[in-house]
DNA sequence: TGCACACCTTAA
DNA sequence: TAAGGTGTGCAA
């Protein structure tokens, strides 16, 4: 019996493959194919792993190899596209190859049995060949459904002549249709910037070039032979549609479904139960999804006949993974595309400085949407109050509280926006000075009223609230500063008829209450809306003309120079929100009213102006002076260990390891949040301005630093968001 | 002596 | 990373 050697990915943070025997179990089995899933011995346990080689050279001793004991023949093996994909992302992030593989796929693909995985293709109408039966041709089985067990795919069942034929859509203004015919008629790797203000119809232009594209997919495959009879045809087409968070997906999920009715439209994000992941991750592999919308780790998938991506709202920071392998979506989005020869558009109003100065360079084509799509919505007016000269009680300057009354007069909708939750962020004793620090943290632990609790935001611990100070008694004790909830109390007290309603992590920790609290402020049942950054994003309130920003201010003076950055996108993303859907009662149009100590700061004005260009133009100019990323690129080697000098000790030996040209190594520094669940961490930043000389250094320093002995963990990550 | 726990080794 | 083996300190 035929007997050869195979190359195995596997989940472990091990930087190898391994090899594998494989022995064929009939005459007629056929050797698994690269991209294949197979079960392997691992150790005392069994694991799912992908073949990544064939027969290659090993100085394994033949003893020391084991059997494959299973291949998952029923399923098509992993594209050569994905294997590239996962094989440049484990480079580029300095990860083993089945870190980059396997974490991405679903449970059930994963998992030792085959029940779940059999279950999922059954439901798609693709049938696992039957375990028990005699060994027969298996390519056959394994791509056939047998006619009896098909289950009719959705897409195939639609008696409709044309399945391209689209729901009602909008007309397009000229700018948005000018776009729409960059996108379809892009030929080959195109990089686009979807410059659009909010409320601009980006997402029309997403759903018009995804239908140019898939028809003109469609006749071409017509064009070209029919399918063979018995068999599932695969969409001629693909298009991957990303969106930062789960909870903006069931709005764009609705739109997406009722333009393109007799398509076949999946979700893939980490809040699907394992079943529906599994089914959908199947029918994307399999070809038979037409577009799939997920979060970032969609970009992971497998997609056979993917023609264009979409990433909306690229600038947002949950397109960065923060732990595991911590790649970038978007970036392995445009690898992907540029891979694949085809269109990825990247949409947004503020967007990221790195595709920003892409645009600039010529990198990227920029299309511009200047104006709201909404007939008679024009950008909302923007203001600062001078909470100088205009003290704020319970958190509200008079102006502001006037303007919410306005809005309750006229049975308009106003949203609060403060981005800290819970009730203070620290409680505090007036007698001798003591404040609810975290023992376990460098933080304060932070006043949550209503569960009656203080509670650390960085490593949960959770205490009752103390009904007297733990030092010295006093049992006057007060809670600084405001959050949401104190923010929602206060309001009760100005506003006791209005109905109030507050969105934030706290707010909606039970599954599906947050699309409950946004269905009802949909509805009208709520005047105010007080939220963190949740409610900030995608969602179209179409009565609520009054966005009021509490407390931005800490942001202008952080020490991560990403801050302004963000803020400023995080304030256009919240204004966005005002008068998206037409003037309001008065004639007026939307309005945002920021409350601040510093009215003057250029970051406000350009808020003011709606003038994400200028603004845009001089933090370039700073990043470009201080050689800062986007002109300089960076790694970050992260260390942590029971006590500070292990974690430093560790950074300061691999500081002094390897040095090269043009690569700058920083002295290793403590975090600032240095203490974080009894754990001390430091961390040492490389740079250097060429990727690709970095790239290299990586990859050989790692090489020594892996074989370093130390009691400290570490990690590297490249291309670091928060330093 | 038993055991909880920290730390080390190994994986093909 | 996960699982198992080894070594240490402590209560009884």
Not at 4 to 26: E, G, I, M, N
Not at 232 to 244: D, F, N, R
């Amino acid at each position: 019996m035929e007997q050869r050697l195979l190359q195995v990915a596997l989940d472990t943070p091990l930087h190898t493959v391994f090899d594998y025997r494989w022995k064929a179990s009939s005459p007629d089995e056929p050797l698994p194919a690269i991209g294949q899933l197979v079960v392997v011995p691992f150790g005392r346990r069994e694991a799912v792993g992908v073949v990544v080689g064939q027969d290659a050279q090993t100085d394994l001793q033949a003893d020391k190899i084991k059997d494959v004991i299973a291949v998952r023949h029923q399923l098509p093996p992993m594209s050569a596209h994905w294997l590239a994909l996962c094989g440049f992302a484990a480079d580029y992030y300095q990860r083993p190859l089945g870190e980059v593989m396997l974490p991405g796929l679903p449970k059930n693909l994963r998992a030792l049995t085959t029940v779940a995985l059999d279950k999922a293709l059954k439901a798609l109408g693709r049938l696992a060949p039957a375990t028990k039966a005699k060994p027969r041709s298996r390519k056959k089985a394994a791509v056939a459904a047998t006619v009896e067990e098909a289950i009719v795919d959705p897409v195939m069942a639609d008696p409709s002549p044309d399945p391209l034929q689209l729901g009602a859509a909008p007309p397009l203004n000229p700018s948005q249709q000018q776009a729409v015919d960059a996108i379809a008629g892009a030929e080959g790797f195109a990089p686009l910037l979807l410059y659009g203000v909010t409320g601009s119809g980006k997402t029309e232009v997403y759903l018009q070039a995804a239908a140019a594209i898939l028809r003109r997919a469609a006749e071409q495959a017509s064009s070209s032979g029919s399918p063979e009879p018995g068999q599932s045809t695969p969409a001629p087409a693909q298009i991957l549609v990303l969106v930062p968070e789960i909870n903006l997906t069931p709005q764009l999920e609705g739109n997406i479904r009722a333009r393109f009715p007799h398509l076949n439209v999946v979700a893939l994000h980490s809040g699907l139960a394992e079943g529906e992941r599994a089914r959908n991750w199947l029918a994307a592999h399999l070809g038979q999804a037409h577009i799939v919308l997920g979060t970032r780790l969609a970009i992971l998938s497998s997609l056979p006949s993917l023609k264009l991506i979409v990433i909306d709202e690229e600038h947002d920071p949950s397109y960065k993974q923060q732990e595991g392998l911590r790649y970038s979506a978007r970036d392995l989005a445009v690898w992907r595309a540029h891979q694949l020869g085809i269109p990825v558009v990247l949409g947004s109003a503020t967007p990221s400085l790195e595709t920003w100065q892409h645009a600039q360079a010529g990198r990227y084509r920029r299309l511009e949407l200047r104006q709201r799509a909404a007939l008679q919505a024009v950008l909302p007016s923007v203001k600062v109050i001078d909470m100088e000269r205009d003290k704020p009680v319970d958190g509200l300057t008079s102006t502001l509280i006037a303007a919410v009354r306005k809005r309750l007069e006229q049975g308009e909708q106003s949203l609060l926006f403060l981005n800290r939750r819970g009730y203070a962020p620290v409680l505090a004793c007036d007698a001798c000075g003591w404040i609810s620090n975290c023992m376990r943290c460098d933080a304060f632990m932070v006043v949550h009223r209503p569960e009656r609790r203080l509670r650390c935001h960085h490593c949960s611990l959770e205490l009752h609230i103390p009904r007297a100070c733990p030092t010295c008694g006093n049992v006057d004790l007060q809670p600084l500063g405001r959050g949401t909830q104190r923010v929602e109390e206060g309001l009760h007290g100005i506003f006791p008829e209005a109905r109030i309603l507050r969105i934030d992590a706290d707010s909606t920790r039970l599954k599906g209450s947050a699309q409950s609290a946004f269905d009802s402020v949909h509805r009208g049942e709520v005047d105010i809306l007080i939220g963190t950054q949740m409610v900030a994003k995608g969602h179209d309130f179409k009565k609520l003309t009054l966005v009021g920003v509490l407390n931005p201010d800490t942001a202008l003076f952080s020490h991560d120079y990403r801050a302004s950055e963000r803020l400023f996108a995080q304030l256009m993303q919240v204004a966005g929100r005002a008068g998206r859907a037409g003037l309001s009662a008065d004639g007026s149009s939307g309005e945002v009213l920021i409350q601040t100590r510093y009215p003057h700061h250029p970051l406000y004005q350009a808020v003011i102006r709606h003038d994400y260009d200028g603004f845009a133009g001089e933090l370039l100019d700073e990043r470009r002076q201080a050689h800062f990323p986007p002109f300089m690129y960076q790694a970050l080697l992260r260390a942590e260990g029971r006590e500070l000098e292990i974690a430093m000790g560790f950074l300061k030996d691999a500081a002094s390891l390897l040095d090269a040209p043009a690569i700058t190594i920083n002295e290793p520094i403590p975090m600032t949040m240095m203490r974080v669940a009894n754990v001390e961490r430091a961390q040492l930043l490389i740079e250097c301005p060429s990727r690709p000389t970095l790239q290299a250094f990586l990859k050989e320093w790692l090489a020594l630093l892996r074989q370093m002995k130390t009691r400290a963990r570490w990690s590297l990550e490249v291309d670091p968001v928060d330093i």
